[in-house]
């Protein structure tokens, strides 16, 4: 098993996370509303030294799934039509109508007996047949699934979440694969939990956590072993020898430590990798460990004795984020910087790659008869590959990566979103069926807008370009360059010619879209987010100066400068243009007064203006776990009506469908949800 870290991983692998902790009570309450999304039984006790929460008797009678929200329509089907559109009157009964997408997947398991396949997604967990891939039953959860791993009898998956909320993500949550219902949770961990393992027998759970410590699990009862102690850093990866008396432990300090399961004793240290260790892997045998750290190095080591045995390198300093041995051990497979690399395990000879065009992003899993490898990519699917002969076999459709931006046609008929890398999918909005998909860029496609007939679409990109389409055949028309680094937002004047386009380290251009021309140039420092007012008379944009600027198209010149309290990632004017609203002020655009100051991200206005939908930003203080959510707000007022949620991660998007009966929302979760008035 293993785990990866990235950007946002390191700034918590430290234990000066801690204290920001919340109290014991506002824990209490978190954690009781987690077990509430996951099934409504499991009172976890406050955070003490080594407590636990009591694991939950199975019942004969089987519970039925948790369903924290409306039953959910996947893209491809249609969903149910708004019946009246969303006003103030009637915003407390707005609900979810439909989710497109399944969500990002992050790490794939096969059950010991080979008969399921779990993949640990943004949403929660799905299982599916092995033999025909099919969906057979999901496990919904509060957060992310970082990582995920079965009992050997199969009847248990143990799993841990991950997001922004560092204290909800301490928890091991244990679920009854056969009742279908949680167990309980094992709480002992100060920080995040990194990797979760099964001892051989069954009785033991492991954990590795950023707070440096190993702890073990009485799998049965849920107590609390002991805390193993030693690393100088986090603990990133944890492995049961087969004969599940030796347990092995790597960290970000770059050291290996074998213990005595059973007494929690070190017996040795294995120190010579220069860099944080990422992924450990015991042989069936038990007699060799493989251990793989963030500069490519895999270094497999004679257990019994202490000494490596030889030294496996891939291309120079590229990051290995997972090392496995086939069941059979015969083959042992590593990912580096993404490519899958299979080696003969007793020779170390190099056998061949078997994954190139799409990043592993998670851990390797082997079907227990070695004969297919198991993996999620860079793009958040799942593939499935023949060991023996490298061949790619199929994949698991559903899964996307995180949807960066979100556009409606104005006829409200087709929707665009930009989820797989440099891609543009264009769905039809009624029936969530994929029309067609746009690739000419070059680079992450960070922001799409129609053009006011629907016929035309921009979109921009981190490859520096923006690029004109025609939403009809698919077809880049036109390729709009001058920007020096990143495009990160575009838009369209309401006369569907006057096109804008806001550079992440520059200015904003305007260009006449129709002949590529570029007609003017407004001063900004790196722009986050643009909008044309419905006159097209004033553009506004936010940038990373924590500055929104108001601008006349016509003559160039800067009218106002709002200072904002947070960096501005959406802005939005009224139907009406009287009004301009970032993620946390709201303006009156003719005398630059604040209105009303929020704490969100991304806006939209109904088109009859009466509400502000926003998404919410996660305040560290709040007792509320649920950070991606949306609000809706009377403009009027300044009331908030109602709270959206769903989403599993950060809200990218939300926009009004033009008749203003549903509202779209999209989210680094990897879904689309449509939300409206059943």
Known sequence: MSFRLDRRDRTTGSLQVTSRRPSH???????ILVSVWLGGCLPLLPPASDTVAPLAAPS???????TPIPPLALAGTPYPQPAQPIEPGNAGRVTQLARWGKGTARTTAFSPDGQT???ASSLGIYLHDTASLTEVRFIPTIAPVAHIAFSPDGRTIAFALFNNIVWLNDVIWLWDTQANQPLGGLKGHMTQVTDIAFAPDGRTIASGSFDYTVRLWDAQTGQPLRVLEGHGRAVTSVAFAPDGRTLASGGEDGAVRIWNAQTGQLVRRLEEHDRGVISIAFSPNGQTLASADGKGVIRLWDVRI???????RGQEGRWASSVAFAPNGQILATTEDGAVRLWDARTGR??????????????????????TLALATEAHTVRLWDVQTGQFLRSLTGYTSGVKAVALSPDGQTLASTAEAYAIQLWDAQTGRRLRTLKRHSDEVTSVAFAPDGRTLASAASDATIRIWDVQTGQSVRTLEGHRFGVTSVAFAPDGRTLASGGKYGAVFIW?????????????GGVNSIAFSPDGQLLAFSDRDYIVSLWD????????RFEVLSMATSIAFSPTGQILASGDVVWDVQTGARLRELKGDAVAFSPDGQILALTSSFDQTSQNPFRDTIQLWDVQTGQQLSTLKGHTDRI?????????RTLVSASQDGTIRLWGIP
């Open 512 to 524: 006449d879209a129709q002949t590529g021309q570029r007609l003017r140039v407004l001063e900004g």
């Open 306 to 312: 202490g000494l490596r045995i030889r030294e496996l």
């Open 25 to 31: 009570r506002i824990m209490g309450r978190l954690l």
């Open 60 to 66: 004969d009678t089987p519970t039925p799934l948790p």
């Open 117 to 119: 396949l779990a993949v």
């Open 350 to 371: 190099f056998l061949r790659i078997i994954q190139r065009e799409a990043r592993a992003v998670g851990g390797i899993a082997f079907s227990p008869d070695s004969r």
């Open 553 to 560: 198209v016509q003559t160039g010149q800067r009218l106002r």
């Open 652 to 660: 990218t998007g939300i926009l009004f469908a033009p008749d203003g």
